[in-house]
């Protein structure tokens, strides 16, 4: 937690030498900015603290009154405009909170996926400029700000935003779809700009295609099952990523069937290019924000993992075992928490006698580990200033419980 002096009889002094002194209780001046910072650098350096970061979830974000579609975002212009702000006060990063895709019915941040991306927070407005070739229009952005019942109060209007962001997204991946089929009919930086957006499209594909498809195949089977939670899905897709690896060749078969109706069928295959679309999008939009501010973007990560995860990696957690938290003095019977938990028999690669297998002296990792690094490696990547982990107990010394019990105390 950041204090402040707010106090107007609290003064410091930035500048002996100009004899300077700065209240903490007003603004700024243009040309105390650079003394102030220096005085907090000044501070670290005798506190050797390399670093000076603030919390800020995602949502918290404040959003220009033009801009304010129901949710802030690190990647609108008030977000960059923020962290501008942040670092004139002398801080080098901020920690955002999870930034994985939330479900409509349940908007924790850690309750969200490892992979997906939240794409409620995707810079709608960026959407109607000529980087974007306009594949949003403006009427239909200004029309979301103008309705927003929550616009100007500093109150985040989940449901509201969950829609419209959704709508916004879907008039967004048609405009590009129709630019696309007439890009040979399209001239100057339009044609241009479509070009080189599909091409980086199908290259995201292609790159992240470990996690994506999968993903993507969960929200075409939510829809097609009404329901986002995969736990009430008929059996045949419940079932679908255990299938697909199952050594009877029927339900290989059958699974294999399946995943080719989602491929053929227009609605959900569609559905599945649109996933994939706004996670390119978001992407790119985590790439841009690193070159637009001063300060570095800390991951704030959940140990868990989310129901979307959990239904396409079913091979790599234990079926009867849920991880939690152990009885302590803030609760007899500790947290139940109903994630799943990774097999340690899947964290290496292991011989016939049981041993871990080596190559080079370097730990063969199986399924597991290959899940803990892949996730971790693409936190690095996204976030230069590092990642913080939540209840990283659990990821060192996880405590599990029978999935039976009303209670984490075993």
């Known amino acids: ?44 350096k005798e506190l050797d603290k390399q670093n000076l970061s603030i919390i800020a979830h995602g949502p918290s974000f404040p959003s220009l009154s033009s801009e304010d579609t129901g949710i802030g975002s690190p990647y609108t212009s008030g977000g960059v405009k923020f962290m501008e702000f942040l670092n004139k006060l002398g801080f080098n990063s901020v920690q955002l909170g999870p930034s994985g895709k939330t479900k409509s019915s349940d908007a924790s941040p850690y309750t969200s996926t490892v992979f997906s991306d939240n794409t409620l927070f995707i810079d709608l407005n960026a959407l109607t400029k000529p980087e974007w070739a306009g594949i949003l229009s403006e009427e239909t952005f200004n029309t979301i700000v ?47 700009k479509i070009s080189e957006l599909q091409e980086k499209f199908d290259s995201f594909k292609e790159s992240n295609k470990l996690w994506l498809e999968s993903d993507a195949r969960y929200e075409a089977l939510a829809k097609a099952n009404g329901n986002d939670y995969w736990g009430v899905w008929n059996d045949l897709d419940k079932n679908l990523t255990k299938m697909l690896s199952s050594k009877d060749k029927t339900e290989q078969e059958k699974a294999q069937a399946r995943l080719k109706e989602l491929e053929t069928d227009p609605k959900l295959s569609d559905e599945m290019e649109y996933y994939k679309f706004c996670q390119f999008v978001m992407s790119q939009q985590k790439a841009d924000i690193v070159k637009k501010v001063p300060v570095k973007t800390i991951a704030d990560i959940q140990v868990t993992y989310s129901d979307r995860d959990w239904w396409a990696l079913q091979n790599v957690f234990m079926n009867d075992q849920r991880l939690g938290v152990p009885p302590d003095y803030f609760s007899k019977d500790g947290q139940a928490w109903g994630f799943p938990a990774i097999d340690p028999d899947k964290l290496f690669v292991k011989d016939a006698a049981g041993n871990i297998k080596k190559e080079n002296g370097i730990p063969v990792l199986g399924e597991g580990g290959q899940l803990i690094k892949t996730r971790f490696d693409k936190m690095f990547r996204d976030n230069p200033g590092g990642v913080r982990i939540d209840h990283i107990v659990g990821l060192i010394d996880p405590w599990v419980y029978p999935a039976t019990a009303k209670t984490a105390k075993v």
């Open 1 to 44: 937690m950041i204090t402040s002096v707010s106090s107007s009889q609290q003064v410091y002094s930035l500048d002996s030498k100009r004899s300077k002194q700065v209240s903490f209780g007003r603004k700024l001046k243009q040309d105390e900015q650079a003394g102030y910072q220096k005085a907090v650098q000044n501070a670290l």
């Open 146 to 192: 103008a309705n927003n019942e929550a616009k100007d109060t500093g109150r985040v209007s989940y449901e509201y935003a969950y829609d419209k962001q959704d709508a916004a997204l879907q008039e967004a991946w048609s405009n590009f779809k129709a630019k696309v089929d007439k890009l040979p009919e399209l001239s100057g930086s339009d044609a241009s």
